[in-house]
């Protein structure tokens, strides 16, 4: 081995010194690049989400796409800086990107579905929303391109699928400032139902966080087992509509004790009808129990 390289031409090793050397520079030039390109990413990431007038719902997906974006070009940039021909990595990531498409259709639907929901936004952060066929509620807390991260009542994260909610409608229930109550209340059919109806209707009236337009209405809705189902609509502002419930749902019993109306205890009436020849079967059986008593066996 040591002849070998005894035999190698002065000339040879420059030429060799100064491949290295090239390669050694394009390296440490694709470093330096790649790095960059991750510094500047992260900080225009930041920069993006302390954007105030970006909108709350916008902010993610803008904040990714920057992201992604600069370091798509930095990565570009250190595959330059190594010799390898721009087009030939178009063409590359253009057959990878079939392949993983076709691989990936799902992910695809997600990234479809996100786009959409940016795009018509039927529903912004902050808003409370029933989707995904009736599965799925909660307050949307973020919208990325493949999930939307849901915060349910009882403090629990959630993250569903965007293609879950643009596939199934979507009940947005913070969209409209305003929200109806419906209340059923039963009462016996033995009281007063017009008493009744009126003191459900003075006590919604009376409650200031019930909108005096649409007036509050009470109106008999069915009849059920010894009871009378009545219905309470009021309407309310959305901020406050859980605190009209739970206090109207707490104070009907007094409005309906002031009144002299009861809540039903519920009753049914069975009436046992025996017909003919069910009596002369009961009649024929109980003379044979009396013969039987008169002569015991022997």
């Given at each position: 081995m040591q002849s070998l390289l005894v035999h190698v031409h002065p000339s040879n090793w420059s030429f060799l010194w100064d491949a290295l050397s090239a390669l050694a520079l394009r390296l440490c030039a694709a470093a330096v690049i790649l790095w960059a390109g991750w510094w500047i990413s992260r900080r225009v990431g930041k920069w993006l989400s302390g954007q105030s007038g970006?909108?709350?719902?916008?902010?993610?997906?803008?904040?990714?796409?920057?992201?992604?974006?600069?370091?798509?070009v930095a990565i570009v940039g250190a595959l330059s800086q190594l010799g390898i021909q721009t087009a030939s990595i178009v063409a590359v990531l253009g057959a990878a990107g079939l392949a993983i498409g076709l691989a990936l259709q799902g992910t695809l639907q997600n990234i479809a579905a996100g786009i959409m929901l940016l795009l018509l936004r039927p529903f912004k952060v902050g808003d409370y929303i029933d989707g995904g066929g009736g599965n799925v509620a909660g307050t949307v807390e973020e919208v990325n391109?493949?999930?939307t991260r849901l915060t349910k009542p009882d403090g629990i994260c959630?993250?569903?699928?965007n293609s879950a909610l643009w596939s199934n409608s979507i009940r947005n229930f913070?969209?409209?400032p305003t929200r109806r109550l419906?209340?059923?209340?039963?009462?016996?059919?033995r009281d007063d139902v017009n008493r009744a109806i009126e003191a459900l209707r003075a006590l919604a009236?009376?409650?200031p966080r019930v909108l005096a337009a649409p007036a509050p209405q009470v109106m008999v809705t069915r009849f059920d087992d010894s009871t009378v189902v009545l219905n309470i609509r009021a309407w309310s502002n959305?901020?406050?509509?859980?605190?009209?419930?739970?206090?109207?749902?707490r104070q009907v019993r007094q409005a309906l004790?002031?009144?002299?109306?009861?809540?039903?205890?519920?009753?049914?009436?069975?009436?046992?009808?025996?017909?003919?020849?069910?009596?002369?079967?009961?009649?024929?059986?109980?003379?044979?129990?009396?013969?039987?008593?008169?002569?015991?066996?022997?």
């Open positions: 970006i909108d709350p719902t916008l902010r993610p997906i803008v904040r990714d796409c920057a992201l992604w974006g600069v370091r798509l391109l493949f999930t959630e993250y569903v699928p913070s969209r409209n419906d209340l059923e209340v039963e009462v016996s059919v009236a009376a409650d959305i901020d406050t509509f859980w605190d009209m419930r739970w206090a109207l749902s004790a002031d009144a002299h109306c009861a809540l039903p205890l519920r009753t049914r009436e069975l009436h046992i009808v025996q017909t003919g020849g069910a009596q002369t079967e009961a009649q024929t059986q109980n003379d044979s129990t009396q013969g039987a008593t008169q002569h015991p066996a022997r």
